[in-house]
């Protein structure tokens, strides 16, 4: 009789480690599942910021070809035409501030690639840290 209830509270305790055991093991697999929706998350804003940095170089390409012939344009004029001292300056005024306009287009989207190129390391490293978790 009393080794019978020495076996049944060995096999008390036994389920009550083996239940906490369970319990362990749940909080476990419920965070590595929210670790792979984090991953995922994250996986996905990567996309996101590598599919901006892309449109955001070829706005800049596009930018520097609208510079390019903008003063090209300046060039085949100046060779085409003659006219006063005055008309020049006014068009050669007109086109400094386009090419200005150009540039600070130009410098404000490097500015935002370069943001965007910070935040897609930030966002590897915090990929690269999940993977090694």
Request: glycine content about 0%; cysteine-free.
């Amino acid at each position: 009789q009393q080794q019978l209830e020495q076996e049944v509270e060995f096999l008390k305790a036994a389920e009550l480690d083996a239940k906490k055991q369970v319990e362990r093991a749940s909080r476990k697999v419920e965070s590595m599942q929210q670790r792979v929706r984090t991953f995922d998350e994250l996986k996905n804003e990567l996309h996101v910021t590598k599919k901006r940095e892309a449109d955001l170089v070829s706005q800049n390409e596009d930018l520097t070809v609208s510079l390019k012939d903008t003063r090209a344009s300046l060039s085949t004029e100046m060779t085409q035409h003659e006219a006063s001292q005055e008309e020049w300056r006014k068009r050669e005024l007109e086109l400094a501030a386009q090419v200005q306009e150009f540039r600070g287009k130009l410098e404000d989207s490097m500015r935002y690639v370069e943001k965007q190129q910070a935040h897609e390391a930030q966002t590897q490293a915090k990929i690269d840290e999940l993977q090694q978790a």
